[in-house]
């Protein structure tokens, strides 16, 4: 039996000089507690990813967004540990020995001004993205658990590698 798979949406908001919003997640994230990464949201079979995407902008971000597209997806192995908070309904925690995350990047353009304190996010920052990260820092931060899938999955679209090998 193939191990339950859900999907999640990170948002790659850029502002006008083409820098990427980082959100630093808090220390109590069961996933990459206090790393930084995109706004994120796991969700449902009956939802569309661009919904989310602009969902995601609006309530964990605190921004307006337009031009929102699909950049990139890729599939991850998650460990029982980060399963529990994100089963869907009726499955039994015992029997599941992983779960698979399907991550979705869709990278918008910034239409709002950003608040000085996200809603959901205890900090944040601006980075141009091809000059605070080398694929030597991307790697080892994605190999030590620094970085998670979403930025990850992000990078490997605009450099057109892969982090995993």
């Not at 192995?77 to 529990?84: E, N, S, V």
């Amino acid at each position: 039996m193939l191990p339950p798979i859900r999907q999640a949406v990170a948002v790659a908001i850029l502002n006008p000089r083409g820098e990427v919003l980082f959100v630093r997640r808090s220390e109590e994230e069961m996933e990459f507690p206090n790393c930084w990464s995109l706004p994120a949201k796991t969700f449902g079979p009956d939802q569309s990813i661009l919904e989310v995407a602009l969902w995601t902008a609006r309530h964990k971000a605190g921004v307006e967004v337009s031009r929102l597209h699909w950049v990139n997806s890729d599939v991850d192995h998650r460990d029982l540990h980060r399963l529990r908070q994100i089963l869907h309904p009726g499955v039994d925690p015992k029997a599941v020995e992983e779960y698979r995350l399907l991550m979705h990047v869709v990278e918008a353009r910034l239409e709002s001004e950003l608040p000085p304190r996200l809603p959901r996010f205890p900090e944040y920052q601006w980075r141009d993205v091809d000059q605070f990260y080398t694929y030597e820092l991307a790697h080892t931060l994605y190999r030590s658990g620094q970085m998670g899938d979403c930025v990850r999955v992000y990078l490997e679209w605009r450099w057109d590698i892969s982090l995993k090998e």
